[in-house]
Each structure stands twice: as structure tokens, then as C-alpha cells.
């Protein structure tokens, strides 16, 4: 199955819009983003198809500053979209996250990646599952309130995804 280069494109913007909302603090905007999905994260359910559930995860877990964001900053690289049918794609991503809070320094504070499943709703591309793992894990204490949800693991299992 072949996709035009529009759904690529928009395909690496719903992908992107994550990072923008939660490192805004924007944790209403990552709930609506990933509403629809059922996002796994360390090998446990985070949400099921629920924006409000969606951003209670984040907004319980992630700690926020005086800003009101997180200060941090998600990058992904490494996407490979591979169409899977009519309206419906895979996306693998790697993401590193780095933080600068308070008098801290500024350092990688933890990287892994995320293994998404795409539709095509009324028009637009939306995530309708997504595993996020983590692997590389560093000095949390400034980002998040309970290490012990975090499950060193892959997303994707260390391969790229066929086309």
C-alpha cells in the first residue's frame, strides 16, 4: 500500500505536536493528541482511548516550575512510517529527552522510543496506540514524582520496522 507524501508529512506532524504539548506543560493538549489511543509504557495500560485519563497520567507524574512546563525538551529522530492499509500506517521513533531545572544542569535525562499505530479518521491522522519505552534511564529526580513506573525497555525491539 502507498501513501501519498501529504499523509507522510502529516504524519510526522501529529508526531511531533507530543513533544511541543509536554514540553509546554500542555498536558490537555498530549491527552487530545493521544485521546485516542491506548498507550502502553513500560509494559503496563497508561490510558485506553481516554483524553482525560491521558492527561492525569502525565500531569500526576511530570513535575512543572514556576513556567508551568516540565524544562525539558523531547527530541525525536530516527522516524520510519511504513503504510499498513487503507488509512492506517506504523511509526517508530527514537526520543531523547533533556532537562534544565532550577540550578541544575542541563543533561539527557532519559531516551528510548515509541512504536506507534496511525489511522486515518475524518481526515486526519491520529494515534490510535502507542508503547513507549525507555532504555536509557538518567538522573530523573528533577522530571518526574515515581521512578518506580519506569521499566527499562524498548518500544520497537531494537529493529526497524519493514515495509
Excluded: C
Excluded at 69 to 87: D, F, K
Amino acid at each position: 500500500m502507498t501513501m501519498e507524501a501529504d499523509d507522510y508529512f502529516a504524519i510526522q506532524n501529529v508526531l511531533f505536536s507530543y513533544p511541543f504539548a509536554l514540553d509546554a506543560g500542555d498536558f490537555d493538549a498530549v491527552g487530545e493528541l493521544l485521546g485516542d489511543a491506548v498507550i502502553h509504557s513500560g509494559g503496563a495500560l497508561l490510558a485506553d482511548r481516554d483524553p482525560k485519563a491521558v492527561a492525569n497520567a502525565f500531569r500526576s507524574w511530570v513535575l512543572t516550575y514556576a513556567d508551568g512546563t516540565p524544562r525539558t525538551r523531547h527530541m525525536l529522530a530516527n522516524v520510519m512510517i511504513v503504510p499498513e492499509g487503507e488509512g492506517k500506517a506504523r511509526a517508530s521513533s527514537y526520543v531523547m529527552v533533556f532537562q534544565q531545572a532550577g540550578d541544575g544542569p542541563l543533561q539527557a535525562v532519559i531516551g528510548g522510543d515509541y512504536l506507534d499505530r496511525l489511522e486515518k479518521r475524518d481526515g486526519r491522522w491520529r494515534i490510535v496506540e502507542r508503547t513507549m519505552g525507555n532504555d536509557l534511564v538518567g538522573d530523573l529526580s528533577r522530571h518526574g514524582r515515581d521512578m518506580g513506573t519506569i521499566k527499562p525497555g524498548r518500544a520497537n525491539g531494537a529493529k526497524p520496522l519493514a515495509g
